[in-house]
């Protein structure tokens, strides 16, 4: 095939359908079991100044496709050639290792049913041989235009998903300042529970990733133990501070806590699944806590992981009305309490971290 062939195929196209600018600087691979094919492209290409790889191997050319440091503007490829491989096969490949790459196919046994299957499968357009060199440079300009808005498209939605990224940050870390100035409010009416939620808060994170949970989870459980006694706020003083053992009526009030931080939390979107850990962290697997006596997989996991937190900073500080327990008796009511009232795997995560010691300097655990 000569370049007169080209020529003579096909009418010539308006020079206002070219943009030769597409055209510098691109990169654009040719595969063509016709080596003269090749080289009137590559020869036509580089001097539009073009950077054009060819192939008369559609292997090599397989190679080249799926090498991540060849990045081609468009690919112009044979459909049938005598190797094993054709390009449909190179098509595939392509659409594989570089889905914004418009590939072109070309075909010197034009039919309908080749030209319905090349865009079935995915090509860009489709050429017939013998062609006309401006038809090839007009198709070649669009391919490239299209490169070049799918990847500033693609670059759009990379730079949006960032900024909505950060912009998620900003917000959480509102959110969590925001709740943390809270929480230092509500413990001020008690000195001895200051420093708890964000003592629990540490913790509950500290468990999860020794319980291989999601970072995901993160953000829900830290504002959980941060706002897990947010429904205090309902609690009087009287019995708030009380330094004696609570009457039974009493000790009811108190047990509206986990009720009033639930409808204080829930209305607000961003804290409803916040909401449900502070309104089960005093279920019990066993059926036998409050307020809504649920049991075992009723309890959402988050829930048992921020009740074992809770309890432990309860049970290793010096409170009111206690002293503070020593490491191995905070082991053995967890040990004697696994099944019943916490959850048993999350006990062994506990038990494994105490007995490494994470927790001696934060709380000065002792043995007895």
């Given at each position: 095939m000569?370049?007169k062939d080209?020529?003579n195929s096909?009418?010539?196209?308006s ?7 597409f ?6 691979l ?6 003269i094919?090749c080289e ?12 054009c790889d060819?192939?008369?191997d559609?292997?090599?050319a397989a190679?080249?496709?799926?090498n ?6 468009t690919?112009?490829?044979d459909?049938y050639?005598?190797?094993g491989?054709?390009?449909h096969?190179l098509?595939?490949?392509?659409l594989?290792s570089?889905?914004?790459t ?13 030209a319905?299957?090349?865009?079935r ?5 489709y050429?017939t041989?013998?062609f ?5 440079q007009v ?5 490239l235009?299209?490169r ?8 759009y939605?990379e730079n949006?998903?960032?900024e909505?990224?950060e912009?998620?940050?900003e917000?959480q870390?509102?959110?969590i ?9 509500l413990e001020?009416?008690?000195p001895?529970?200051q420093?708890?939620?964000?003592r629990v808060s540490d913790?509950?994170?500290t ?7 999601d970072?995901?989870?993160d953000?829900?459980l830290?504002?959980?133990a941060l706002?897990?006694d ?8 009287s ?13 009811n ?6 009720d009033?931080?639930?409808k204080?939390l829930a ?5 409803r ?7 089960e962290?005093h ?5 036998k806590?409050y307020?809504r006596g649920?049991?075992g997989n009723q309890?959402h996991?988050?829930?048992r992981?921020?009740?074992v937190?809770?309890?432990?900073d309860?049970?290793?500080t ?10 191995s008796?905070i082991v053995n009511?967890y040990?004697?309490n696994?099944?019943t ?23 000065d655990?002792?043995d007895?």
């Amino acid at each position: 095939m000569t370049t007169k062939d080209f020529s003579n195929s096909a009418s010539k196209c308006s020079a206002s359908e070219v943009d030769v600018g597409f055209f510098i600087g691109a990169r654009i691979l040719v595969i063509d079991d016709d080596e003269i094919i090749c080289e009137i492209l590559t020869q036509f290409l580089s001097q539009k100044g073009v950077h054009c790889d060819a192939t008369s191997d559609p292997q090599e050319a397989a190679s080249w496709i799926q090498n991540r440091a060849n990045v081609y503007d468009t690919i112009l490829s044979d459909i049938y050639m005598p190797y094993g491989v054709t390009g449909h096969d190179l098509l595939a490949i392509a659409l594989e290792s570089s889905p914004l790459t418009p590939f072109v196919l070309m075909t010197g046994r034009p039919t309908l049913d080749n030209a319905i299957d090349a865009i079935r499968l995915g090509a860009y357009d489709y050429l017939t041989k013998p062609f006309n060199l401006d038809y090839v440079q007009v198709t070649l300009t669009r391919a490239l235009h299209y490169r070049r808005l799918a990847m500033q498209n693609q670059s759009y939605q990379e730079n949006l998903e960032m900024e909505v990224n950060e912009r998620t940050r900003e917000l959480q870390d509102f959110l969590i300042n925001s709740v943390k100035s809270l929480s230092n409010a509500l413990e001020a009416r008690d000195p001895y529970t200051q420093g708890h939620a964000k003592r629990v808060s540490d913790m509950v994170i500290t468990f999860a990733r020794e319980l291989n949970i999601d970072e995901s989870h993160d953000v829900a459980l830290r504002l959980a133990a941060l706002l897990h006694d947010v429904g205090k706020i309902g609690v009087p003083d009287s019995i708030l501070l009380k330094p004696d053992k609570l009457t039974d009526e009493e000790y009811n009030i108190m047990k509206t806590h986990p009720d009033i931080g639930y409808k204080i939390l829930a209305p607000i979107p961003s804290l409803r699944e916040v909401s449900r850990y502070v309104h089960e962290h005093h279920e019990r697997m066993d059926g036998k806590g409050y307020p809504r006596g649920l049991s075992g997989n009723q309890i959402h996991f988050n829930s048992r992981l921020l009740m074992v937190a809770e309890v432990f900073d309860a049970l290793a500080t010096e409170r009111v009305y206690k002293k503070a327990w020593s490491k191995s008796k905070i082991v053995n009511f967890y040990q004697e309490n696994s099944g019943t009232a916490f959850d048993p795997k999350v006990v062994g995560a506990l038990v494994n971290l105490v007995n490494q010691g994470i927790f001696d300097k934060l709380y000065d655990l002792k043995d007895d």
